[in-house]
């Protein structure tokens, strides 16, 4: 063999170089293109599949999180209720009503509620002002304020048109009393011996916390 074909190589050597490569697992490095390479665009497909599986299984936890939070918000609420309620006790009853009316040592009838229908029944504000609420129910029973709370009781009005109330908020028991006066309640409130209420509804669910 000459020295040119020393150096010459045959070509079925290149084809169990390349058979090799595709058994070693590395036809994909070496780019000799064997069945069952990785293509890069088949990477790319899949990482873009899991990036998207990623991010609805993060928004799926984040809206549970905020349900969560507005559940717990709104137990925290329903407790909150509960608990006022349960600070603001008991109404005052009409024996307690009865008892107060006996300081006025009124020789009047005494009717318990309303003597007429739609007679009081509503929500009562000082004229100048349109504060310290005053709600009367068609049941007889009674709401004022107290310092910002709902005072609850009953209420009564004689036959001469004076109305006494007697409220409860949590075990402090407050009086109060009023002239009918046409349109207008006239009675005590703080320092002002005749302050006068209008009607400014005749719902009663429109009282303290309804400013």
């Given at each position: 063999m000459n020295q040119r074909n020393r150096y010459m190589?045959?070509?079925?050597h290149h084809l169990r170089i390349r058979l090799i490569a595709c058994l070693l697992g590395t036809g994909g490095m070496l780019?000799?293109?064997?069945q069952g390479e990785v293509r890069p665009g088949n990477a790319s497909k899949s990482g873009a599949d899991h990036a998207a599986e990623?991010?609805?299984?993060?928004?799926?936890q984040s809206r549970q999180a905020v349900e969560g939070r507005e559940e717990n918000q709104e137990l925290a609420s329903q407790d909150a209720t509960t608990n006022e309620v349960a600070q603001a006790g008991p109404p005052a009853?009409?024996?307690?009503?009865?008892t107060y009316i006996e300081r006025f040592k009124s020789t009047d009838t005494w009717h318990f509620g309303e003597r007429v229908p739609g007679e009081l029944v509503g929500t009562w504000r000082t004229v100048k002002r349109r504060d310290a609420p005053i709600v009367f129910r068609v049941d007889g029973s009674y709401q004022q304020d107290f310092n910002g709370n709902p005072s609850e009781g009953v209420f009564a009005i004689s036959d001469s048109g004076k109305v006494v109330a007697f409220s409860k908020w949590n075990g402090i028991g407050l009086g109060a009393h009023?002239?009918?006066d046409g349109r207008n309640l006239i009675g005590p409130h703080g320092s002002i011996p005749n302050e006068r209420w209008q009607r400014t509804s005749r719902s009663?669910?429109?009282?303290?916390g309804n400013r």
């Open positions: 190589v045959c070509p079925c780019g000799l293109g064997c990623q991010g609805q299984a993060e928004r799926a009853t009409r024996k307690e009503l009865e009023y002239q009918l009663a669910q429109q009282g303290i």
